[in-house]
């Protein structure tokens, strides 16, 4: 708690920088603020099955009580959640979360209107350190690894603090990941734009650079088919399937690309499969379901064993009553399709990393527990045991976005470890080199 109070004590002076480039908006009201801050826990209330899964009730709690105490003033959208979103860490799920909404909308206004974002997407290290990973849009940069230590005479490491103490996400290794990609956006958030961006890196180099008026790399790729999914063949008989989302609108889209993608599986003789998931943040069991699984799935399987759910308004019915809690456990299971002339009976190899989240941690459960592969990447920053069917409200007056979740699966085996995601077998997973653990994987077959 004495953390929280230390953080959001520098928030007055935070909800008075001035936003470059903003357009004006009619400040809220100490009532309004107030108001979007008891919706935010009646909607949790009504909605998550099990609060304390994730958080600590009494924390929670306590930071209610303090950010009503800050709603002293009128703020404006952005500085409300700027306040609200000092939740987020506390709430520790990815599912769970008080974001800005429409970051893709905002960010394209922002720049029609000659904003401009900070020039590189960036990496933070384990031990907090912001380093350049690419030039903002994903082109290479020869500053790539460079330390930043200040960024417009404000240290480096307190902007990552403040920046840290707003992420959403199940642990701080999977915040700082999550950061890491939003970094752009967030800054803008959090400490407005200029022009200009004064650097300066650990080895002494002090370099100025002009603001970008380029979409973030996660943000510009949402909406491209090509950038989401991908099939290659690789050398020594092997292939990589990129699966970036399991939250396409076009099922039918993406079960046709992997149709075809096990078509050349069988066609050129591959006998090692990759599948990389480590940018996949989840969307629809059924896609993997059935447009992976059904191709490598040699014994019946489920994808869960027990759910805990809360019964919500319009899920509601005669044996299950609003506001219930329900337990139950997961019948249904996929039976392998053995007689698809598809099927890959190879040496199968699941690629996991910083961003896997989501249904994605779901399909790795199922990889592990029914041996249909090797769970390869970095140790996991992300927990076995799901949330899901999340709920998405937008806050009456502020208009920022909340999601809960109104469902929790424990893995398919039942086991209660490891809590975390962890990899069969752990190899490093370079934040400048996606091909790396792709060539280490390739080795283990020689």
Not at 132 to 157: D, E, H, K, Y
Not at 292 to 297: G, K, N, P, Q, T
Request: some cysteine; overall charge neutral; proline content about 7%.
């Amino acid at each position: 708690m004495k953390r929280l109070k230390r953080l959001l004590a520098c928030l007055i002076l935070l909800c008075c920088a001035p936003l470059a480039l903003a357009q004006p908006t009619p400040l809220l009201t100490p009532e309004q603020l107030r108001a979007d801050l008891r919706f935010i826990q009646e909607s949790i209330a009504a909605t998550h099955p099990e609060p304390g899964f994730s958080a600590d009730p009494a924390a929670v709690r306590q930071a209610y009580e303090y950010i009503a105490e800050q709603m002293q003033v009128p703020m404006s959208p952005d500085q409300a959640w700027r306040l609200l979103a000092m939740l987020n860490p506390l709430y520790a799920d990815g599912h769970l979360a008080i974001t800005p909404a429409g970051p893709l909308a905002q960010s394209q206004a922002f720049l029609e209107a000659g904003g401009r974002f900070f020039p590189y997407e960036v990496s933070l290290d384990a031990a907090g350190g912001l380093r350049i990973r690419a030039q903002l849009g994903g082109a290479p940069s020869p500053l790539q690894g460079a330390r930043i230590t200040s960024i417009n005479s404000a240290p480096a490491s307190g902007i990552v603090a403040d920046l840290l103490a707003r992420s959403h996400g199940d642990t701080a290794a999977f915040r700082a990941s999550l950061l890491s990609l939003r970094w752009p956006f967030m800054y803008w958030k959090m400490l407005g734009a200029t022009p200009q961006y004064a650097l300066q890196f650990d080895d002494g180099q002090r370099l100025t650079v002009a603001g970008a008026a380029t979409l973030p790399a996660y943000l510009a790729g949402n909406d491209s088919f090509a950038q989401q999914f991908r099939f290659e063949l690789l050398p020594g008989k092997a292939a990589l399937l990129t699966l970036n989302t399991f939250s396409w609108r076009d099922k039918g889209q993406f079960t046709t690309f992997t149709a075809d993608a096990f078509r050349q599986v069988r066609k050129t003789g591959v006998q090692t499969l990759l599948i990389d998931v480590r940018a996949n943040g989840g969307g629809n069991d059924d896609m993997w379901i059935d447009g992976v699984l059904r191709y490598i799935a040699d014994k019946p399987y489920r994808w869960a064993s027990t759910y805990r759910k809360k019964v919500i308004k319009g899920r509601d019915s005669a044996r299950e009553k609003l506001g219930d809690v329900i337990d139950g456990e997961i019948g249904s299971w996929q039976q392998p399709q053995l007689d698809d002339p598809l099927h890959f009976s190879g040496n199968t190899y699941l690629l996991v990393g910083r961003r896997t989240y989501s249904s994605s941690i779901l399909l790795s459960n199922v990889m592990q527990d029914f041996g249909f592969g090797k769970v390869v990447g970095a140790a996991g920053q992300a927990r076995t045991r799901q949330s899901g069917g999340t709920q998405n409200f937008v806050l009456p007056n502020s208009g920022l976005e909340l999601g809960v979740p109104r469902l929790l699966f424990q893995r398919p085996s039942g086991a209660a470890t490891p809590v975390l995601l962890q990899p069969d077998i752990v190899l490093p997973d370079s934040p400048y080199n996606e091909r790396e653990l792709i060539d280490a994987v390739l080795n283990l077959q020689t």
